[in-house]
C-alpha cells in the first residue's frame, strides 16, 4: 500500500470527525487531508489535518467511509482491492 502524500480525486465530500454515541466504535484514519478545498459555504480552516479516509467497525460488519474518490484516482486501484478484502472479512 501507498505511504506518504499522494494526489487523489476530490469532490467536495463530508469532512469526517469522530462520535460518542453509543454503538458508534472509534475509527481509524487512514488517510489525512493535507490541503484544504473551501467553495462555496463549505467552511474554511476545517479540512487541513482532518481523516479523509478512515476505517471501523459498525454493528456487525467494517466500514470504510471515504471523503475523496479513491476509485476514480490512477494508481489507487490496490487500495480499492485492499478496502473490499478488509470489509468482507468476518471478525477482527
Do not use: N
Given at each position: 500500500m501507498a505511504e506518504g502524500k499522494l494526489k487523489i480525486r476530490y469532490a467536495n465530500g463530508p469532512i469526517i470527525t469522530a462520535d460518542s454515541r453509543e454503538g458508534i466504535a472509534p475509527f481509524e484514519t487512514l488517510a489525512f487531508f493535507r490541503t484544504e478545498l473551501a467553495e462555496a459555504d463549505s467552511p474554511k480552516g476545517v479540512m487541513v489535518g482532518s481523516?479523509?479516509?478512515?476505517?471501523?467497525?459498525?454493528?456487525?460488519?467494517?466500514?470504510?467511509?471515504?471523503?475523496?474518490?479513491?476509485?476514480?484516482?490512477?494508481?489507487?486501484?490496490?487500495?480499492?482491492?485492499?478496502?473490499?478484502?478488509?470489509?468482507?472479512?468476518?471478525?477482527?
Open positions: 481523516p479523509a479516509i478512515v476505517r471501523g467497525e459498525f454493528g456487525k460488519g467494517r466500514v470504510i467511509p471515504s471523503s475523496p474518490h479513491p476509485e476514480q484516482t490512477d494508481g489507487m486501484e490496490q487500495f480499492i482491492g485492499a478496502a473490499v478484502r478488509w470489509v468482507a472479512r468476518r471478525g477482527k
